[in-house]
């Protein structure tokens, strides 16, 4: 059974960096790409960063790009989103997911989308002014 944990969020100050995780059993971290989103209250849950199966390329939306870095470690099947210089809009739920390309969509990473129709539970992330 698939299981993603996603930890690591907290009330920070605009400015400050957070490092958030994403853990997960049943579904090797390294077998697929893998993706960053976010949910905002009253908003739709969009794509934030992506890594590629073999870890060589990323793609970053551009509301993040030259602030977010994803990463990943085989050894711990967990996958990370560093995020640095954050804004009170970055204030969202944050969760991990496999992804593949879809050549019919278009998104904030590009031909990006969840593969499965399932979520963790998220970690929030709250940023003040």
């Known amino acids: 059974q698939v299981r993603m944990v996603e930890s690591g969020g907290g009330l920070v100050q605009a400015g400050d960096s957070l490092r958030i995780s994403c853990t997960a059993s049943g579904l090797p971290l390294d077998d697929y790409a893998m993706a960053w989103f976010r949910q905002a209250p009253g908003k739709e849950r969009e794509g934030v960063a992506c890594?590629?199966?073999?870890?060589?390329?990323?793609y970053y939306a551009d509301s993040v790009k030259g602030r977010f870095t994803i990463s990943r470690d085989k050894a711990k099947n967990t996958l990370y989103l560093q995020m640095n210089s954050l804004k009170p809009e970055d204030t969202a739920m944050y969760y991990c997911?496999?992804?593949?390309?879809?050549?019919?969509?278009?998104?904030?990473?590009?031909?990006?989308?969840?593969?499965?129709?399932?979520w963790g539970q998220g970690t929030q992330v709250t940023v003040s002014s």
């Open positions: 890594l590629s199966r073999s870890g060589r390329n990323t």
């Open positions: 997911a496999p992804v593949g390309q879809d050549p019919n969509y278009s998104g904030p990473l590009g031909s990006w989308t969840p593969l499965f129709n399932y």
